[in-house]
């Protein structure tokens, strides 16, 4: 579901995610949209300080919870980003087909984010990283 409009037309694409986290990173750089490939997607890594990223969590986004999809001015969390990164994604390419497999279906992508995003979690864990909130209030 969309939560709010952004105020920068220049966002038309943009993925708030962990950089942190390898899995995280790894998607992000294989995200394609339709119409542009993955160099058309503008990522921003969650621990910054970016205008987007204070937005989000100014819209009640917590990021350690999802990532944030920015399109069309609207904001995307978790499961909702996903499927609406599956819907943009080009129909050619084995990659962009299993995300459109994979994700396109909104019930498959409630039920399979928090899946995921429990992999994240233990995964930083692992590594010995903070999750995103842990660093900010450190700030």
């Known amino acids: 579901m969309a939560k709010k409009k952004t105020t920068s037309p220049d966002d038309e694409f943009a993925l708030i995610y962990d ?36 937005q989000a969590v100014e819209a009640g986004l917590d990021l350690d919870e999802g990532m944030v999809l920015v399109h069309d001015g609207k904001l995307y969390h978790g499961a909702d980003a996903l499927n609406r990164m599956a819907l943009l994604a080009p129909k050619t390419g084995f990659r962009n087909r299993l995300n459109r497999l994979l994700f396109s279906n909104p019930t498959a992508s409630r039920i399979s984010y928090p899946v995921l995003r429990a992999g994240r979690n233990t995964l930083l864990r692992l590594l010995g990283r903070s999750k995103i909130s842990a660093g900010k209030s450190a700030r």
């Open 19 to 54: 950089q942190q986290c390898p899995v995280c990173s790894a998607y992000s750089a294989a995200v394609e949209v339709e119409g542009g490939a993955a160099s058309g997607v503008r990522r921003i890594d969650a621990r910054s300080d970016d205008a987007l990223v204070r």
